[in-house]
Nanobody, 122 residues
Framework: QVQLVESGGGSVEAGGSLRLSCVASGHIISINSMGWYRQAPGKQRELVATITGRKNTNYAEAVQGRFTISLDDAANTVYLQMNALNPEDTAVYYC????????????????WGQGTLVTVSS
């Protein structure tokens, strides 16, 4: 079964940077898309950024110009470079993957990571 493991969260002061990583492991044939979502305390989970297997990207307006998503499809790894962080970016960040798994029928599956906490202090 495909699993996602995130890393890179932590605490940073406003204006700082962090880089999140998410590795998908398992019998992956191909990646349809991967992305990052976040959930702040008392709020619903929201999209941060996504990237397709063809490297087309989509960003939430709140992070446009500050965050960059990238995909190393050979390593089944998605990254989120976060710059100019502000306290409103504080949340648990979740990795999401839409992949094709050779061991399942149909092969298309969606998976979520366990989440990594990002805390930005003012």
């Amino acid at each position: 079964q495909v699993q996602l493991v995130e890393s890179g969260g932590g605490s940073v002061e406003a204006g700082g940077s962090l880089r999140l990583s998410c590795v998908a492991s398992g019998h992956i044939i191909s990646i349809n898309s991967m992305g990052w979502y976040r959930q702040a305390p008392g709020k619903q989970r929201e999209l941060v950024a996504t990237i397709t297997g063809r490297k087309n990207t989509n960003y939430a307006e709140a992070v446009q110009g500050r965050f960059t998503i990238s995909l190393d499809d050979a390593a089944n790894t998605v990254y989120l470079q976060m710059n100019a962080l502000n306290p409103e970016d504080t949340a648990v960040y979740y990795c999401h993957a839409d992949i094709n798994d050779i061991t399942t029928v149909p092969p298309r599956r969606e998976r979520w990571g366990q989440g990594t906490l990002v805390t930005v202090s003012s």
